[in-house]
């Protein structure tokens, strides 16, 4: 997306488009699916959003990696529940995108900022399309 900056700015490359993740080559992206059984992406496919009974605002359906993960942009690869809660939940000074947690997009396109401190059973919650589970936002 060209803002119309000059190309020396900092964040801006050759073409006048602005790099929002300068610490990542070019090719590569640090979102992905999460995918699970009860997923959004359990396995080859995505659910139909009438299969997602938790709400679509309550599901999670992109994840983002740490700054040590990147991800060839057109590659096959996802991360599934266990390997997301690592992530969310890893401690080391430096290694996470955002201090205090890390984005991710919703089921219903909105993306929300998940704390760091979030609980293994809400995460996991958070997860499922159809497990039935209120989730009030102030949990994450």
């Known amino acids: 997306m060209s803002v119309g900056r000059e190309a020396d700015s900092?964040?801006?490359?050759?073409?006048?488009?602005f790099d929002t993740s300068?610490?990542?080559?070019?090719g590569f992206t640090q979102y992905v699916a999460l995918?699970?059984?009860?997923?959004a992406f359990p396995g080859?496919?995505?659910?139909?959003?009438?299969?997602i009974t938790d709400g679509t605002s309550n599901t999670l359906a992109i994840v983002e990696l740490d700054k040590t993960t990147g991800v060839p942009w057109m590659a096959p690869r996802d991360?599934?529940?266990a390997g997301f809660h690592?992530?969310?939940?890893?401690?080391?000074?430096?290694r996470k995108q955002h201090v205090g947690g890390t984005n991710c997009?919703?089921?219903?396109?909105?993306?929300?900022?998940?704390?760091?401190s979030i609980d293994r059973q809400t995460l996991y919650r958070?997860?499922?399309?159809?497990?039935?589970?209120?989730?009030?936002?102030?949990?994450y």
Do not use: C, H, Y
């Open 105 to 116: 997009a919703f089921a219903d396109g909105s993306v929300k900022f998940l704390k760091g």
């Open 44 to 51: 080859r496919r995505a659910v139909n959003i009438k299969e």
């Open 79 to 81: 991360i599934d529940w």
């Open 35 to 39: 995918t699970g059984e009860m997923a």
């Open 86 to 94: 690592g992530i969310q939940s890893d401690s080391i000074e430096g």
């Open 10 to 17: 900092p964040g801006v490359d050759e073409r006048g488009w």
């Open 126 to 139: 958070l997860m499922t399309v159809n497990g039935g589970e209120v989730i009030p936002a102030e949990a």
């Open 22 to 26: 300068p610490r990542v080559p070019a």
